[in-house]
Every structure is written in C-alpha cells, then in structure tokens.
DNA sequence: GAATAACCTATTGACACAGTAGGTAAATGG
DNA sequence: CCATTTACCTACTGTGTCAATAGGTTATTC
C-alpha cells in the first residue's frame, strides 16, 4: 500500500512540473494549491533534496525546483525513495533478507513475477505522463 | 506490502491443497511442515474459516480442510480475505473514502490503473497455479 | 536589517504488525 | 466415562511506522 509520503510526494513533483517556469517555486504555494499541509510537506520534500530529485534554494526568490526534465523522471524512482522500496513483499524488497525456504518455498516464483510486473509498470510510467 | 498475514495465508492454504485426501489435517502438522509458529497460524486458520474459505473440525481426527478444488480459490480472494485489502492506495482501498480532489487529481488515473493490474493479476492467479 | 523561505530536531497519538500466553469447548477412541 | 486430541477463544505486549504538528535556526534577497 503506498503511503501518504508517496502519494504526495508524486502529486508535489507534478506540480514542480507544470509550474516551472525557471525559477524556484515556494512551498507554501505548493501546499495552497495542492491542500497539504506545508509542515507535512516539508518532510517530503527533505527526501526529494536528500535524493537528488529536486533542488531547493533559500531566501526570497527561493523554494524548489525540478532538476531534470519531467519525462526524465519515472514513476518508480519517485515513489521508491518515498516509500523506501516498492517491492510488495519483504523477502524481495530486504536484498540481506534470509529465508530457509527459498528453494521450496512455493509462492516465491508468484512474488517475483509480480514484483516484475509492478517494478516495469512504474518504472515505465513517467512524470511527463502525469502532467 | 504484503504481510506475514497474506503470506503466510497463501501458504496454508497450499498445504492444505497439497496435502488433501479427505480428511481434515490438523494445524499442527502444517506449522511444522511450513515452519510457522502454531500459535501464529491460528489467527490467521481463523480469519479463513470465517471468511469461509476453508472449514474446521475438533477433537481427534479433527483439523482443517478446504471447501472447493484448488482451481476455485483464486490468489486474491485469499490475499484479500487477509489482508483486507489488496488496492494499493487509500482512495481505493475504502469506498466510503472521501477527497475533495477527486475530480482533479492527477494522480487517481494511474492509482486506477494499476489498482486494475494488481487485481487482475491476482484474481486471474489461481491456487492450483502453485502447486 | 527586515522579510522570506528553506532547513533542522523533536515530539505525539494512533494504529498495525508479529507474535505470545493461557485458557475453554468439542469430538473421538479406548 | 474419561483421557487425549484438536479446534476455538480472549487477552496482552513490544516494536515500529504513519501522519502529522511544534518550534526553532540558517540562508538569501531587497
């Protein structure tokens, strides 16, 4: 299930899209338009800064910006760095994870065939597609 | 993210199926084979006999076994019955689910989307598919 | 130097997850 | 009838995450 973080967090990169204009946007505009608090908010986007996804700039004039084009962006890399993995089990998403059943286990094969399925599905999808 | 609820739900339920020849097979005998906690499955045999998806019997003799043919029980029907859910975001998961944006949000195709991918996936999945 | 805006640390309440503990009720075999 | 087996039931617990708020400090511009 994504989280709030996620979801949000892709709604904000949208709206660094469509209103880029060259210059830094505000926060607070952010929260105003897409009705999220600026406090919540300001979590997210620390994890967009801290993964290189967007850039922030302080003072008057500043806010944040995208740092590469909108089609350049995939769903997947948004939403892995909100949500930390978007692997829909744990023996898939922990790489260290250790299962003594691995080589039995009879629901494994049906896992990673899903995990395929979502990691094409939003890695394949991309921001300009949101716009 | 699947929990240890669905996953290990799933692989009852293929215990059960495997292990079928008539008679009901005691909850002990499983949590060996599967090597979780009695303890453990016991909630999870528990929410299955009230979701009607397999049927218990006491005393000697006694234990659980399903109520149709593996090729009847469809993947999500179970992962469904434990998890609650299987839809991957809030505003899908709850019908009732009240958002104010519904009508410009950028986000909900997608959300709809994929939700139809994840559920076909799992409905189209059948039990006897992992045995 | 005031205003703006990002950046930082801490805290909170609620809830789900992953179990464990200890019992009662029901069915069967001898 | 009674011991055994097995399901069934209620309650509890520690850990962690989610979703968010609070209250500051630093950086930048005019």
Redesign the interface.
């Known amino acids: 299930?994504?989280s709030?973080k996620g979801?949000y967090g892709?709604?904000l990169m949208?709206d660094l899209a469509k209103n880029d204009n060259g210059s830094y946007i505000p926060l607070k505009d952010i929260a105003e338009r897409q009705?999220i608090s600026k406090k919540y908010l300001e979590i997210i986007v620390k994890k967009m800064v801290d993964g290189g996804l967007i850039k922030g700039s302080s003072g008057k004039g500043g806010g944040y910006k995208l740092v590469k084009k909108p089609d350049k962006y995939s769903?997947g890399e948004i939403l892995t760095l909100m949500e930390g993995?978007i692997?829909?089990?744990?023996c898939l998403?922990d790489k260290d994870y250790l299962c003594?059943?691995k080589k039995k286990c009879?629901?494994l094969p049906?896992?990673k065939e899903?995990d395929k399925?979502?990691h094409d599905?939003?890695y394949d999808?991309k921001l300009s597609?949101?716009?």
Chains 1, 2 share one sequence.
């Open positions: 299930m994504i709030t979801r892709l709604r949208i009705e769903v993995t692997s829909p089990v744990a998403a003594t059943r009879e629901t049906m896992w899903f399925l979502v599905y939003f999808k597609d949101l716009l």
